[in-house]
């Protein structure tokens, strides 16, 4: 019953290739994050959707697109990687009123060779 | 810009003892969140303390927040080896966009 899941965990893919993370949320959730934490596990936000509609977009190259087919699923697409895309990123889910806790899933490892 | 920095960066202490990890921030908040990252997984939500709130419990967890030096602490009492983690402050300012520190690595030895 994982309430934020994201598939795959792992991936490693070479310099220039294209790649897409796939998030799920079970809670019932409004609002849908995706963050990136670097190799000192500093932990960054990307982007957030609220009911499909994206509202925050932080300063992220446009190589990096989400995709939010419905409130339950965020995706994010990577065109073109580089070796500074290796990270862990994590896909994390709230309600939309203020002072909510976010759920995060388990991450996705990406390693460009 | 990094809006939280927690303090110490790591933190290493015996079973039964207690942990005190702060965190500060820069700017006007409406709440603070701390988190728990174990190993290899996500993030799990432990307080969330509102500007207005000065302290607030939850089992071996108490949360303060000084809103006029900006910077709140977590306590953890009684610590236990399943309590090593690394451990997040993350501040919001508005709109559920949470800005986070760099984390301290706990380490509690049995």
């Known amino acids: 019953d994982t309430a934020v899941s994201q598939t795959p965990k792992y991936l490693v893919t070479q310099m220039g290739n294209d790649k897409s993370i796939k998030c799920e949320q079970n809670?019932?959730?409004?609002?849908m994050y995706w963050y990136k934490q670097d190799s000192k596990k500093f932990l960054k936000i990307m982007f957030s959707?609220?009911?499909?509609?994206?509202?925050i977009n932080e300063t992220v190259p446009n190589r990096f697109s989400p995709k939010s087919p419905d409130k339950a699923h965020l995706n994010l697409h990577i065109n073109s990687l580089e070796l500074g895309d290796s990270a862990v990123y994590f896909c994390?889910?709230?309600?939309?009123?203020?002072?909510?806790?976010?759920?995060f899933g388990d991450g996705t490892r990406l390693s460009i060779l | 810009s990094q809006q939280g920095e927690e303090d110490p960066q790591a933190l290493s202490i015996q079973e039964g003892e207690n942990a005190t990890m702060n965190c500060s921030y820069k700017?006007?908040?409406?709440?603070l969140q701390w988190y728990r990252q174990n190993s290899g997984r996500g993030l799990v939500h432990l307080i969330l303390?509102?500007?207005?709130?000065r302290e607030k419990h939850s089992g071996r967890l108490r949360v303060t927040l000084d809103t006029s030096k900006k910077s709140s602490s977590l306590l953890i009492t009684a610590s236990r080896a399943a309590d090593t983690a690394s451990y997040f402050c993350?501040?919001?300012?508005?709109?559920?966009?949470?800005?986070f520190g760099a984390g301290t690595i706990l380490r509690v030895k049995s």
């Open positions: 959707y609220n009911n499909k509609e994206l509202i």
């Open positions: 700017t006007s908040i409406n709440n």
């Open positions: 303390i509102r500007s207005n709130e």
């Open positions: 993350a501040t919001d300012a508005y709109g559920n966009k949470l800005v």
């Open positions: 994390a889910s709230s309600q939309a009123s203020d002072n909510q806790p976010q759920h």
């Open positions: 809670l019932g959730h409004d609002t």
